[in-house]
């Protein structure tokens, strides 16, 4: 059975500041891995895709990158902004046609100004 | 274009009770899939349809049903509402299921209050 951890749970870092969000899964037999940001109350805006052949992903100042034999991926914010405020979860899937996302429980992050 | 809609936005009912959510996916995606998500945790999966057939359930019980129309919109029913149904259902569409690189597009959810 898929297992999604993010690590941290919750991250709080001033205005300005590079980060580093971290998704490992326990098993590397991955179709791709989504990264979504969720504000409080809302829906997923999904950040970035990376298929299982591809290493990383970047959208501005954004980037994605993925270890699929080790099971991890990591979400970089470069030059992080208030804006930035929310949840992020990650999410695996594991068949081509079976749409089924298994989620991490997210890392909650607040940029202060 | 209008992303993934869904009604109503909120929505409180008594134990016992039945609901339907509705969901209309992103004009000319044909798969619909909808997720629960309890506060705190990560969405699960729920059902997967395409072309109007189930594609797959998680692990929930006979109490969920859903159905896709031809226009690919989607209802999810849930039967005996429990306490424990509160949650926020989401909605997902995609392009198709084959498409390479094609992702899941999320709606706002129904926020689903049991009393």
């Known amino acids: 059975k898929q297992e999604v951890t993010q690590i941290p749970a919750a991250l709080s870092v001033p205005e300005g500041e590079n980060l580093v969000l971290n998704c490992s899964f326990t098993?590397?037999?991955?179709?791709?891995l989504q990264w979504f940001r969720q504000d409080p109350g809302k829906g997923l805006t999904s950040l970035l895709l990376?298929?299982?052949?591809?290493r990383e992903q970047t959208s501005g100042r954004l980037n994605a990158s993925l270890d699929k034999s080790s099971g991890r991926s990591t979400l970089y914010i470069a030059a992080s902004q208030p804006g930035d405020s929310a949840t992020y979860l990650c999410?695996?899937?594991?068949?081509?046609?079976?749409?089924?996302?298994?989620f991490g429980t997210g890392t909650r992050l607040l940029v202060s100004p | 274009d209008a992303g993934v809609t869904q009604s109503p936005t909120h929505l409180i009912k008594t134990r016992g009770q039945h609901v339907t959510l509705r969901c209309s996916p992103i004009?000319?995606?044909?798969?619909v899939s909808w997720y629960q998500q309890v506060l705190g945790q990560g969405p699960q999966f729920i059902f997967q349809?395409?072309?109007?057939?189930?594609?797959g359930r998680g692990n929930f019980p006979d109490r969920f049903s859903a159905r896709q129309f031809p226009n690919y919109s989607s209802e999810l029913n849930v039967n005996a509402l429990l306490l424990g149904d509160s949650a926020l259902y989401l909605c997902?569409?995609?392009?198709?299921?084959?498409?390479?690189?094609?992702?899941?597009?999320f709606g706002n959810g129904t926020r689903l209050t049991v009393t």
């Open positions: 997902a569409s995609s392009l198709t299921e084959w498409v390479i690189g094609s992702p899941l597009h």
């Open positions: 098993d590397s037999a991955i179709y791709n």
């Open positions: 990376i298929q299982s052949s591809q």
């Open positions: 999410a695996v899937r594991r068949d081509t046609g079976f749409q089924k996302l298994v």
């Open positions: 004009s000319g995606h044909k798969s």
């Open positions: 349809y395409y072309e109007k057939e189930e594609r």
